[in-house]
């Protein structure tokens, strides 16, 4: 694969830029007859999301098809659930599609293979937009550094051995994060991801983000070169 560009975008208002940018993207893709269909991380783009719910007018809003980037096999009310934080922090199931990655009390294998079913039949020709946080070690969704499914082919996988805790869980695979008609968001902030970030802009082969496609990098951090 030949490398990505990154294209950086670095402001102290890194939230409400990225909402505006991606509010931006779904009023322009609804004006076409399919759904917009959109994927998004946990953690700090949910911040991003609420925001991006507020902008965009109910109607639109209706138009999405919503889904995640990767989820824990945990309960809905747990704190560890990205759908049900994106639900209370976001107002995510006021899409007019949206696609759980895990149901509430289902098991890994089973809310694996729903979810590939699903996607194929929601998602059909790919994601149009995605938004993507990366962590601290440089992975992103639930594909972490040296781990077996930076190499898996396929649209989703799910894995038991998370080094990060909780070790369940089930996550798209760079096939479906890195279609070409995809508009990618990566969106770090914080002091603490800044030793991340200057690998990627490295290219460090062994960060899971060095692995997107073109990619829009949006961040707070101050960047060299």
Do not use: C
């Not at 996988?157 to 096939?175: H, Q, Y």
């Not at 991340?196 to 082969?205: H, N, Q, S, V, W």
């Amino acid at each position: 694969m030949a490398e990505s560009t990154i294209t950086p975008v670095v402001t102290a208002s890194a939230r409400d830029w990225l909402a505006q940018r991606v509010r931006d993207d779904v009023l322009e893709r609804s004006k076409g007859p399919e759904q917009v269909r959109l994927a998004i991380a946990g953690g700090s783009v949910l911040d991003v999301m609420a925001q991006v719910v507020r902008l965009t007018p109910p109607d639109v809003w209706r138009r999405v098809a919503l889904t995640l980037v990767d989820e824990r096999v945990v309960p809905w009310s747990s704190p560890d659930s990205t759908w049900g934080a994106s639900r209370d922090r976001a107002g995510a199931d006021e899409a007019g599609a949206v696609l759980p990655m895990v149901l509430d009390g289902e098991a890994a294998r089973t809310a694996w293979q729903r979810f590939r079913a699903g996607f194929h039949q929601h998602f059909r020709g790919g994601l149009d937009v995605v938004v993507l946080g990366m962590g601290e070690d440089g992975h992103v969704a639930s594909l972490f550094p040296g781990h077996r499914l930076l190499d898996q082919q396929g649209l989703v996988a799910w894995l038991d051995d998370s080094p990060k805790p909780p070790p369940t869980r089930v996550t798209m695979l760079f096939d479906a994060l890195n279609q070409p008609q995809t508009t990618r968001y990566l969106y770090a902030v914080g002091p603490a991801k800044r030793p991340a970030l200057e690998r990627l802009l490295r290219r460090d082969p062994t960060l899971p983000a060095s692995r997107l496609a073109d990619f829009t990098l949006v961040t707070d951090q101050p960047l060299e070169g």
